[in-house]
């Protein structure tokens, strides 16, 4: 190896990723949630931003606020968005509300203080129209060079897959849900 190849490794050693959690199985959210745990360990500032959830705290939300200033997290969106026929219904709040987080969302990343920013559903925001993919793509091109960025949520659109350094897809085999076993807090939320 010589000096050039040192110095271009190095280089390439700092600059930061784009990871994607999506699939039908459970565990996206909670696996960035880690990821955001092993940053914070290792001194790296964390940005957690949640869309879609936001009407109520979830475990996770309180256990990170905690852990204010190491890591953020703040929900944005005004709860869950309504499903009409197995389709999403989108409202006009919806829409001035999904154009408000991204605008929140570019300014935070481009802002430069954070080591890693986990946008956390934003694959399902793309996926109801309420995010332009091209918008979204063209944020994580122009984002800090050496800003990690991790995006979950069901869906996630190919133009992402295309950019992203690590896509993971959580697989269901089985979920407890389908034996009519509902949502249970410190499991679920
Ligand atoms: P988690 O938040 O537990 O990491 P997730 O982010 O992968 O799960 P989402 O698709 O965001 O899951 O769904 C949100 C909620 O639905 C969570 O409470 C999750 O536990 C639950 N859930 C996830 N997968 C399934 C499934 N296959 N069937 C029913 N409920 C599910
Ligand atoms: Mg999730």
């Known amino acids: ?84 026929d197995g389709k999403p219904s989108i409202s006009e709040e919806d829409r001035i509300n999904a154009e408000k987080s991204f605008k929140y969302t570019s300014d935070k990343i481009k802002c430069g203080k954070y080591d890693m920013v986990i946008l956390d559903e934003i694959n399902n925001m793309i996926d109801y129209g309420l995010l332009a993919i091209d918008d979204v793509i063209n944020l994580l091109e122009n984002k800090p060079e050496e800003l990690n960025v991790v995006l979950t949520g069901r869906n996630v659109h190919p133009e992402l897959i295309k950019i992203a350094d690590t896509v993971t897809e959580m697989k269901e085999i089985k979920h407890a849900y389908n034996k009519g076993i509902k949502a249970r807090k410190g499991i679920e939320y």
């Open 1 to 84: 190896m010589n000096e050039f190849s040192n110095t271009a490794s190095k280089r390439k050693d700092k600059k930061g990723l784009i990871l994607v959690n999506t699939g039908n199985g459970k565990g996206k959210t909670t696996a960035a949630m880690g990821l955001a745990l092993r940053a914070a360990g290792n001194n790296m500032r964390v940005l957690i931003l949640q869309f879609i959830k936001g009407s109520w705290k979830s475990g996770e939300v309180k256990i990170m606020e905690k852990l204010k200033p190491l890591i953020e997290i703040e929900q944005l969106g005004t709860g869950f968005i309504k499903f009409v």
